[in-house]
């Protein structure tokens, strides 16, 4: 059965948003036994990215990125929220893909699956509407996960409402072709390394290679290129973890070959003692295996230089475009002087934050901040409590950087005075200290070491999870 919409109106904690954050956090506060209202703008109000009004849609990326959670951050959060019940990494397991040592889904089964989910909860209320400006104030439980696109009337009102300045960066889209378009006598699959994933794919990615001639001719066609303009935008600093392909070219000729288009642990079959000068790999998008978006090339190329440009591409030279890629505004706040440590705005302790919108970068780690949005709220509203998990986890890391708790950085009387989107890395998690020799005396090599100390703190961030959620 459904909510009463009046009842809930009352009773129930709202969350605005349904994204990745704003789906987690609905499905954490309905499984603590809370009843949930979902309020979700679309389809009464689109958007510049979204394509469906399902519910967690992918906008950009289908990648959830690396699953190993011994050696990688990302890795660990997965396990982490597995571990916490997870609605999304639930429904991200059940639609994955092939992707190396990613974890990827196909992007429309995945809606869909956390769409019936959350439609299925008898104590959850989805509200087709836009809430424009700050909620009801007979609203006392309110969480908002509205994320990158934030509807402008809401972004006003938080503005006035925090006195801050600006909440805004560019953020682009990758395109995605045709599997049938692409030349496969020229590109060949292989993950990086042969490393296998999830799926137990370890040539879950195609390559198309480029000589030295070719890369230098495209890195130039990307340089000249139209752009797209939005004057409207202006001044609005790009997220580094997301930067449109021609930006990282403009910045050095060889950027992009130490980046989406390293040639490192790939080897072309048909001339295995040639190695390409780069190489641009396409990801699986789909179940069906039909769509392949390209790595790491988000853009903001018009969409006539994009086909011409991108069809330069060794194997990519019939490539039909299924979608081709885009520019967006993204929003998020200054949280560290803004949010308390369960993520309550300062000044007004009824309204949460939650995903993206926060500060932090990335779909794992939007739906994470969501889940412990989620629960802070459902234990908020039962008379409960419940404390940030420990720094030394992943996700209590997450709630460290975005509220401050352990940021060594100059401040200023207002606060912290730089504070940009992050992805979870090792780098937010206390430290542990490794052996510099062997058993036998000897140097233990600094990368050896390094490993080592990922394992060592992934392990000790589980065990103490355990605790938390034990506590």
Known sequence: MKTNPDKASSEAVHVVGGGLAG?????????????????EMRPVRGTDAHQTDGLAELVCSNSFRSDDWAYNAVGLLHAEMRRCGSLIMACADVNQVPAGGALAVDREGFSQAVTAKLEQHPLIEIAREEVAGLPPEDWSSVILATGPLTSPALSQAILELTGEGALSFFDAIAPIVHFDSIDMDIAWRQSRYDKEGPGGDAAAYINCPMDKAQYEAFIQALIDGPKAEFKEWENVPYFDGCLPIEVMAERGRETLRHGPMKPMGLTNPRDPLVKAYGVVQLRQDNALGTLFNMVGFQTKLKHGAQAEVFRTIPGLQNAEFARLGGLHRNTFINSPRLLDGTLRLKADPRLRFAGQVTGVEGYVESAAVGLLAG?????????GSLTPPPLSTALGALIGHITGGHLEIERTEKGPSSFQ???????????????????????????????????????????????????
């Open 375 to 383: 629960r802070f709220a459902a234990a908020e509203r039962t008379g």
């Open 421 to 471: 989107p992050m992805n979870i890395n090792y780098g937010l998690l206390p430290p542990i200290e490794t052996p510099k020799r062997g058993p036998d005396g000897k140097p233990i090599p600094l990368k050896q070491r390094g490993r080592e100390k990922k394992k060592l703190m992934s392990e000790r961030a589980l065990r103490d999870l355990e605790g938390w959620l034990a506590g």
């Open 23 to 39: 789906s987690e956090a609905t499905w954490q506060i309905a499984e603590s036994g809370v009843p949930v209202v979902l309020h």
